[in-house]
């Protein structure tokens, strides 16, 4: 059975928006199932009501690469509409922008991990739209690597950044709406919130489940399945290892030049024999843009063999204590800035805390992996429960 986002359950909505002006905050992903766009949808529904359009990291129409590269604003030459950037000069809407709207619908497919920044850009608007009086609608969607699993510290305040706001863990196990629900609760001020939720999703579904159309959330991310290993993956923007940017399988491959990957798997197979549900397949791969572009890398591929026993972070982690253990003087970590932060290594940021940094560097156990992976998540887990749609 077809899950129904909330966007597709739009029409089915009982509040009465006539006589109030509307923006909505969109992307590339944001269809129905029917692959019919947000903006088309909501100007068939609403008409001249619809003011203005609002687009986060990536820009409104997908086409840009990286962090820290920004969108303009401009108007739109087919919908004749305002098209606003929340990853441009601010990362916050201005008091202008939101001039004369009465409620803002925000329509974005998140990917269920903490560095992700569309989360944010939907908090920052709550936290405006709370000071401004006005309304805010999330139409829920899929958390595409499921709603039961959760993986990763919880963000340590002192490493706040545009890729971690709020103390969730890397991997939450939340869908944008519940994300915005736990904001309005336990975050920042409320505001006026409005969470219109999907129909037959379940929360062992992963994205596959949903019979949904995926529709890149952001460039890189190309495949519902690259959604789950970057979990792993996305860590290595913190470091000189290609996360596989400028391939066709990005997100979903790690390597550098001086490694050999037959010989590196064998080193290596020891310490991940414990985890299940994937394969690392030994290959070179050739980016043609970002780090190493036009070399060749040998690392792996990842394979999810059993995404249900899959754990993504701890992987991660592993490869990278191991990655860092190996090339010696050849692996670096990426110097700032990252995502605006100017003053600490963009490794810290990702992770949200210096302790795994300090792991990798000192060859740490995995029992010191588990206890930053579990301190305070029993209190997030109370939080989470609290929230739950579905």
């Known amino acids: ?3 129904l986002s909330g966007l597709d359950q739009l029409k089915t909505i009982s509040v009465d928006y ?5 923006a909505l905050l969109c992307h590339p992903a944001s269809v129905n199932k029917d692959i019919t766009h947000a903006i088309s949808i909501f100007q068939s529904i609403f008409g001249d009501q619809l003011k203005k359009v609002f687009g986060p990291q990536h820009g409104l129409v997908g086409n840009v690469q990286d962090n820290m590269i920004e969108s303009k604003h401009y108007d739109h030459p087919y919908f004749k509409l305002p098209i606003f950037s929340l990853y441009s000069e601010t990362r916050v809407p201005t008091d202008e922008m939101l001039k004369d709207i009465d409620v803002i619908f925000i329509d974005l497919q998140d990917v269920g991990c903490r560095i992700y920044t569309y989360i944010y850009t939907m908090t920052l608007v709550m936290k ?3 000071r401004l009086g006005i309304k805010v609608v999330i139409l829920d969607r899929p958390n595409p690597i499921g709603g039961e699993q959760i993986e990763g510290n919880i963000l340590d305040p002192k490493f706040k950044s545009f890729v971690g706001l709020h103390p969730l863990p890397i991997r939450h196990g939340l869908t944008i709406g519940e994300v915005a629900l736990m904001a309005n609760k336990f975050w920042q001020e409320p505001c006026d919130l409005k969470v219109i939720s999907m129909k037959n999703w379940k929360r062992e579904m ?5 019979h949904l159309p995926w529709v890149l959330p952001s460039p890189n991310l190309a495949t519902p399945e690259a959604a789950l290993t970057f979990i792993a993956t996305v860590l290595y923007e913190g470091t000189n290892i290609s996360e596989g940017r400028g391939t066709t399988i990005s997100l979903e491959n790690l390597g ?3 490694i050999e990957p037959f010989s590196f798997l ?10 299940n549900g994937f394969k690392l397949r030994p290959c070179i791969f050739q980016p043609t ?5 036009r070399k060749d890398c ?3 591929q990842i394979h999810v063999t059993d995404k249900f026993s899959f754990r993504p972070w701890e992987l991660g982690q592993i490869l990278m204590r191991e990655f860092f253990h190996k090339l010696k003087s050849n692996f670096k970590w990426t110097e700032p800035p990252y995502e605006y932060e100017y003053d600490d290594s963009p490794i810290n940021f990702i992770n949200g805390t210096d302790k795994l940094k300090s792991w990798v560097e000192n060859n740490g156990e995995l029992k010191d992996l588990y206890q930053v992976e579990a301190d305070r998540l029993e209190a997030y887990m109370a939080e989470r429960n609290q929230v739950l749609l579905y």
Not at 266 to 275: P, R, T, V, Y
Request: hydrophobic letters at 30%; one cysteine or more; a negative charge.
């Open 206 to 210: 992963y994205f596959r489940d949903t």
């Open 18 to 22: 006539s006589q109030q002006n509307i």
């Open 266 to 275: 064998e080193e290596i197979q020891d310490k991940i024999k414990h985890l």
């Open 298 to 300: 040998g690392g792996f």
């Open 256 to 258: 550098h030049p001086n």
């Open 1 to 3: 059975m077809t899950v």
């Open 128 to 130: 405006e739209c709370a």
């Open 289 to 293: 843009f970002q780090k190493h572009a």
